[in-house]
Structure formats: C-alpha cells, structure tokens
C-alpha cells in the first residue's frame, strides 16, 4: 500500500495551529540549533527544528506531539526555505508524526532479530491491552505503531516508547510496563532482565575474554 | 581533455565531461530515465550503467561518473546488458501494463528501453503497488501508479521553473512525487514536465486521450504568444492542431515553453472568423468576399488609410498591408495597440542587445519595469541561470515574484536618475552587466535607462548590455518594418480608413473612420469592425517572426484556416486588385522577395545585430509604476482567450478559484 495516511490539513488544523509560535524555551533552543550551522546553511536545521516543533505540540496538547501543516510551513519560514523542501523531510522520516498521537507513543520493533526473539508477544500484550497498531487508545494514553529496526538488536525484542527503550522484554514485562505508564509511573528504561544492565552478554564475555581486564593484542593469534 | 576508450575506440573528452558524455560522444546509445542535460544529475534511476576499467569491478552509473584519463569503458559487454535486463525489470516490478490506455504509448521511454534493453518477460508474480493520482494543476494530468521516480520533474520545478512546489514525500515503496498539498503547481513553465516525464505518470491534462503520436502530422513553427520567438512543432491531425511543444534551440528556448504556449491552442478551433462579415444597420452580416471588398472600394478615404498590426502577425502580413497602403498614398502605420510612442528610430534603442542566450552570462542585472516572469518567462529562465553563475538582480518596479532573488529599489522610476551606491557598485565590478526595460518603463523612463548606457557602461567590446522586452511576436518585425509612428496610435486616430491586422488589444472606439478587421478571432477587434475579412491564425500560414532580439525565424503552415478564411496576404493582394492598385506579388516567394528589398535584415534568417546608435533622449524619469503591462498572463490574446484551458488557468492561477476536483 504505496499511500500512507492522509495528512490532515483541514480548516480546523490550520485554526488550531496556524499561530504557531516558539515558546520561550523552544526560542532558545532554536537559537542554539540554528547556531550550528553556517550562514546560508539554514536549511541544515531542518530535522532538528521539526524536532523541536513536533516536541512543542507534544508539550502544548499533552502528548507525544506531531508536525500539522501549518507547523511544518512554520518552520520552513524560519530557516527560509520552500515549503515542500520541509514537507519532504518531515514525510521521509517515521519519527516524526503527521496525525495526532497519544501521550505515549509505543514503537514495537518487528524486525527479523526482535521477531525471533519473541516480538509476537510484545505485541500480543499491547493488544490485550486494547492498543491497536496506527490508532490512538479511546483515553487519549497510547499509540501504537509498528517499525523496522530501532538497533537493538542485542537485547531483542524492544519497544520504543516516546524517547525511551525497553528492551529484553516478554510478554508480562511489556504489559506490566504498559500498566505502570498508564498509571502514571515511570518504569525503568533499559533491559527489563533483572541482573543486567546494558546490553552485555548474559553469564559474562564469551568472545574477545583476553580484552576484559586489560588490552590484549590478538594480531600474532590470527591463523 | 581526457582521453578515454569507448569500447576499444579512443576519444578525447571535454573536461568535467561524465562517463555518459564521452559515450554519446563515441556515438553509443545510452539507456536513461532520470539524466537529463538541463537538469542536475540525480544518479537514482541506473539505467545508464555501464563497466568502467579501472574500478570496482561492478556496474557504475555512467550519468554522475566523471570520464578519466585512461579510462576504458565498456557499453556491450554481458555484465552490462544484464545490469541493464536487472534495472529494466525492477523498474518495472511496480509499474502497471497498461500501454493501451497510457497518452505517453508511442513516445515513451519506458516502452522503448524496455524493448530494447529489457528481457521481454517478466518474473513478477507478486500484486504491483499503487498510487493515487496526484493534482497538480490545469495543465499536468498525473497518473502517479506509472511514476518511476527519476524526479526529473522536481528537479525541473526547483532548478529551471523556480517554484518549488514539486517534491517527493515519504521513503522507500511508499515514495511519491506530489505536488505541496495537491495543490497546482504555481509556474507558468508547468507544462514542461510533462515533456520531461520519460513515462506517462505526467500527462498533458487538456490533451488526453486526443490522439496518438504516430497519427499526428508534425510542423515546425514559431510561437507567437510572447516575443520570446519559442521554437515549436505543432501537431495536426484532419484539420485541428492537437497540441504544441517545444523544439530544441539552446538560442532562444533551449527546450522548454510556456504553458501559454503549449495550450492555447485549443482556442484555434474556437470563435474562428470563418467567412467575411459587413456591418449593416449596426449589425453584422454575413457575406462573400466580394461584397466585402466592395463595401471597403465604396469608402471614400482620399489616402487617409491606416493599418494597425496585431500582436501575433506575422511579418509578411504586416509588408501585404504596408505595400497596400503604399498604394494608397498612405504610410500610417501603427503596431504598439497599447498606445505606446518610445522612440523607433534607432532599433538597437529597443532590441534585447544581449541576446536571450546571451543573459547567463550577464553578472549585474537591472530590471526596469518588467514583470519577466510573465513579459518573457523563458528569458526569466536564463536570468535563474545567471543568477547561480554569481549574477546580482536589481529591479524597479512593484514587488512581484519572479522565482528568484531580487534586490527591489521601489517602484519610484526617479531612482533610475540616482542609482543607489550598492548598484552602481555592483555595476562597476561587473564584467558584463545588463538592463533590461520593461514595457512599463518604456513609457516614461527609456530615455532615461538609456543613459544607464553611459553611466553603468552597460556597451562594451563585445557586450551590449541595454535590452528592451517587448511581448508581442510581431513587435520586432514591426519596428523593422516601419510600424511605428512618431505619436504612436493617436496619430492614426482620425484616419478614414483603417485596417486593423489581428489587432485587438487597441482602443478601437477611438477610431473615427471605416474600420476594417483582418483577423482568425472574433474578440475585440472584430466587434468593432465594420468589415471583418476572416485570415489565418500563425498555425495556418507560413511565417516570419523576429523576436524580441532581433533573430529573424520562419514557421511552416500546419493546417489550413477554416471555411472561408485565408491567408493575410493573399487577403490584401485581392483586396488590392478590388481597390484598383494590383500589388506586385502573386506568390508568397515573391512577397518575401519584395519584402527583402524593403527590409534587408528580413532577407536571411537568424539572428540580426543592429548598428549601436541610440537617440538622444531626454535623460530624466519620472513617475511610479502602479503597474506592469501583463495583467493576466493566461488571457493576453486572442486565440488564449478563446481558449478554454487558458481560462481555466487564468481563473485557477491568477484568480485563485478553486477547481477541487471529485475523485475520479
């Protein structure tokens, strides 16, 4: 299916939103991004600006934010370059959302490493759980979406929600995850795996063993 | 100069040629879809893969490969011919068959690569993806499930047009050229995408499903809706011209037109004059010829005779008419309807000096009261082009946009008398500067821009920097030709007898005398007329034209005018054998003959340099432009008034109506 979701731009969109304007904290963070750059290479800031914007509504309507139009030819206005230039970008990459989502937006992995490890189930959870993939839940909380490879690979499956990670999940982890968000918790980001901390391999290294106490030289054992 | 081998054949190379380059050059066709010589390099559609020794022993993209010294390219062997089976058939995996429906069938690049380069069958068992159609105006149809994402046409939109409103939205499968939000596509050059399309996911919207290629009898002719001279073909089928496009002439049009160009030619088959009329009691009657011309021998006009030239006649036309008046002891000639009377003395005073193709190279630019972008969109192109060489734009005149980035000085045409200092300063550094005045300021300013000449040393050894837009296809040839009176059209006012050529744009009322109308529309100029003489439309005679640089061209007859109508001329050798004064020519090669004597310059064709000898006029301008001449670039006409797709353009893209159309 070549045609993803229509973007709203109804007349109630450009009410609601047509007066975007930058907070004061976005102003200084604008003015910190659009530092980075060169005169004359304005158009570079174009992702982190949409960023910026998209976090902004998220702050303004209580969740995890999207790009209306408007929002989008606002930031084209800033950095002065064509509308469609902006709109190109803001379409081309999946963070950034052109319909409205909920306070917590849940991103499961689906990729062949999460899928072997057990991707089925996170997902099996989020749907007991009454998310349904592309929709918003009824009390506004949680939107559900599928992606590729958020490179987690190590700690499959994983899910993404809004600019966490929780990795090494099940089936009841990931429902008990979802619970505590929508009672308002913050669970823990990270590997779900009591005992582990990052992504390091289970019982210890099982490859390059030399290297964990000091620097080993490997090169004279090449065959 | 690189040297390279092309299949065992060594050839030198221009510097910075690409890989492509050097294999056109050793005369090896080239599969592409997304390359193209106007346009940037994209390098996405590897159609153009060919073996490169040395390199990575892989395929390359020849289009975005620069050609090396020593380098050997290989266009015939089996690693290419199934690199390019593999690109054919991916291109295809999601492109529909349906060739019998699709307008582009017959001259498509698609069909033709992948007849010759494809493997004639296809291995896809899985469903084809598709997408929905796109809007972009009144001009491109899109039929977005064939588009194979070259971005010809987005890149066309940003780099040649200067409006950005074409693009490519989301990633991957999902990929779609759109334009921003649907809506239309803001350019006056739109249609030249549609050309640019090498499938048939941009069509031609008012030409579709009209006819096939191969049924169509092509002409080669010159456009007439702008001065700009665009090279074209018209395409006829029985009677009717089906559509126009552009022929390549890096002179004038590269390749491109004007969507006014391309489409207005739907209004020659409608509201033609197709047989002679004489107004009786205040109404016009239908007659024949003979009675026509004798309602015109009964005018008692005692060598008060005058002939106003329309903006789209030809030069042959306006030379009948001339000799006839000649005849009749008259030389009240007039072709600027709009009642203007800058000095005509001196051609090279109102010619674009710098040629057309001549403006790329120009560093300092002054626009005098011209809205280019409307007055000459395809001179407006070769600014755009100056403009990423590193040219600086000045203009006067009301803010307009015109696709780039220009420094306005105010609409006050008094500042022509005291440039500011950062002009002046650009001017001085310019190797090649350049002003170009608009119809607007002719009026009021020409002397004054003329004597930018001396103060910005705009003539140089080699470079004339002093050019004049004019917007009607006949004024040039008209000037050379005399058609210019001290006081402009107010001197022929009074005349007793007046022939108005195609001429519609003039204050008719103004006229006091018998007022005769030789013309192909029935618009504003025949419901003046007290004698319409039904002639020939540009697509109907053969014709010269000089445009707004003085090249002089000729265009071939593609149809014949319908019913009764007929060719100008021959209108005015009948008429003058009714009038007792035969005109000596019988044939349209003795006109031109007697014409060439007349005006040598209109002897040869191309382009013809006039002597720099600019009158003296007075220096000083005055007064604030309100205004530029063109109000609606869509309606400047006869025939595009006539024609339902420039009205629908107009409506649409000056007017701003909505045409939201229902899905179909």
């Known amino acids: 299916m070549a045609d993803a979701h229509s973007i709203p731009d109804e007349a109630e969109t450009r009410a609601r939103w047509g007066a975007f304007q930058w907070n004061d904290d976005s102003r200084a963070k604008r003015d910190a991004i659009l530092g980075r750059y060169p005169k004359g290479r304005e158009q570079s800031a174009s992702i982190p600006l949409l960023d910026l914007a998209q976090r902004q509504v998220g702050a303004e309507t209580q969740t995890q934010g999207w790009l209306p139009v408007p929002v989008i030819e606002f930031v084209a206005r800033e950095i002065g370059v064509p509308y469609m230039r902006v709109y190109e970008v803001a379409t081309f990459y999946t ?129 | 100069m690189p040297k390279v081998k092309v299949d065992g054949v060594e050839i030198e190379v221009p510097q910075g040629a690409t890989v492509l380059q050097a294999c056109e050059l050793a005369g090896k066709e080239i599969p592409r879809f997304c390359y193209h010589e106007r346009l940037s390099i994209a390098g996405n559609c590897r159609m153009c893969l060919v073996e490169v020794k040395p390199g990575p022993p892989k395929p390359q993209a020849s289009c975005a490969l620069p050609a090396a ?94 409006v950005e409103e074409i693009g490519a939205i989301y990633r991957g499968e999902n990929m779609q050229i759109t334009s921003y939000l649907e809506e239309a596509v803001s350019s006056e050059l739109s249609g030249n995408v549609v050309d640019l399309c090498p499938v048939g996911a941009l069509t031609s919207k008012p030409y579709a499903f009209e006819a096939r290629p191969w049924e169509l009898r092509k002409t080669l002719t010159i456009d007439v809706m702008d001065a700009v001279g665009t090279n074209i073909r018209l395409d006829s089928r029985g009677r009717q011209v089906l559509r126009c496009v552009p022929r390549v002439n890096d002179e004038v049009n590269e390749e491109w037109a004007t969507d006014k160009t391309r489409h207005a030619v739907d209004g020659l088959v409608r509201k033609r004059l197709d047989r002679p009329y004489v107004r009786r009691d205040g109404k016009l009657h239908p007659v024949t010829w003979d009675e026509a011309f004798a309602a015109i021998a009964a005018v008692d006009h ?102 780039y980035k220009v420094e306005w000085l105010g609409a006050d045409l008094a500042v022509l008398g005291s440039l500011p200092e950062r002009v002046t300063e650009a001017f001085g550094k310019a190797a090649k500067p350049m002003v170009i005045v608009g119809g607007a300021a002719l009026k009021g300013a020409h002397g004054a821009a003329l004597a930018l000449v001396e103060t910005l040393g705009l003539v140089k050894d080699g470079w004339n920097g002093f050019n004049v837009v004019h917007m009607a296809a006949s004024r040039m040839g008209g000037l050379m030709l005399g058609y210019a009176q001290k006081a402009g059209i107010s001197a022929l006012y009074d005349a007793k007898l007046s022939f108005f050529l195609g001429a519609d744009e003039c204050d008719h009322a103004r006229f006091t005398g018998f007022k005769v109308y030789v013309g192909h529309h029935g618009d504003r100029g025949a ?73 040598p310059e209109l002897a040869t064709l191309g382009l013809k340099t006039f002597a720099w000898n600019p009158p003296a006029l007075g220096g000083t301008a005055e007064g604030v432009l309100d205004g530029y001449p063109i109000k609606d670039f869509y309606l400047t006409n006869a025939i595009c008034r006539a024609s339902p797709t420039m009205q629908r353009c107009s409506a649409e893209l000056v007017h701003g109506e909505s045409f939201a159309e229902a899905a179909e």
């Not at chain 1, 062949?112 to 057990?118: A, Q, Y």
């Not at chain 1, 995850?177 to 823990?188: D, F, R, S, V, W």
């Not at chain 2, 007849?115 to 993806?129: D, I, L, M, Q, T």
Request: with cysteine.
């Open chain 1, 95 to 223: 963070m950034f959302n052109l319909a409205p989502v909920g306070r917590f937006h849940v991103q499961v992995c689906g990729t062949t490493p999460c899928m072997l490890r057990g991707s089925d189930d996170v997902l099996a959870a989020c749907k007991n759980k009454g998310l349904i993939k592309g929709k918003t839940t009824p009390d506004g909380l949680f939107t559900l979406t599928e992606v590729e490879c958020m490179g987690n690979c190590a700690s499959a499956p994983m899910v993404q929600i809004n600019d966490d990670n929780f990795e090494d999940l099940d089936y009841d982890r990931t429902v008990a995850i979802i619970e505590a968000l929508a009672n308002g918790q913050t669970p823990k980001p990270g590997t779900q795996e009591p005992g582990r901390h990052t992504v390091e391999p289970k019982g210890g290294p099982t490859s390059l063993t030399a290297m964990v106490t000091e620097n080993h030289d490997y090169r004279g054992e090449w065959a």
């Open chain 2, 527 to 599: 419901h003046h007329a007290d004698v319409i003489l039904p002639a020939a439309s540009y697509a109907e005679k053969s014709g010269t034209y000089v445009n707004l640089e003085g090249r002089v061209q000729r265009g071939e007859r593609a149809v014949f005018p319908p019913g009764d109508a007929r060719e100008d001329w021959t209108i005015f050798r009948a008429l003058s054998e009714k009038l007792g004064c035969t005109l000596a020519f019988d044939t349209i090669d003795e006109l031109r003959a007697a014409m060439a004597l007349d005006c």
């Open chain 2, 69 to 162: 010294e020593n380098q050997e390219i290989f266009t015939t062997t089996p690693m290419v011919k199934h690199a390019r089976e593999g690109i054919m058939e991916f291109l295809l995996i999601n492109h529909p068959l349906d060739c019998p429906i699709c307008d582009q069938g017959g001259e498509c690049d698609l069909q033709d690569q992948s007849v010759a380069y494809g493997r004639g069958h296809s291995r896809y068992a899985e469903n084809k993806r598709a997408v929905t159609e796109k809007y972009m105006g009144p001009i491109v149809k899109t039929i977005m499930t064939r588009c194979i994402q070259c971005t010809r046409c987005v890149r066309f939109a940003e780099e040649v047009a200067g």
């Open chain 2, 302 to 403: 005692g060598g008060s005779v005058a002939a106003v030239a329309g903006d789209l006649v030809d030069c042959e036309t306006m030379f009948a008419a001339k000799a006839l008046l000649k005849e009749l002891g008259s030389s009240l000639l007039e072709g600027r309807q709009t009642g203007m009377d800058y000095d005509a003395s001196s051609l090279a005073a109102v010619n674009f000096n710098t040629t057309i193709a001549g403006t790329e190279e120009a560093d300092a630019i002054l626009l005098v009261g011209t809205n280019l972008r409307w007055e000459a969109p395809l001179v407006n192109t070769r600014i755009r082009k100056a403009i990423k060489k590193g040219a600086k734009v000045f203009a006067i005149g009301p803010e307009t946009e015109l696709t």
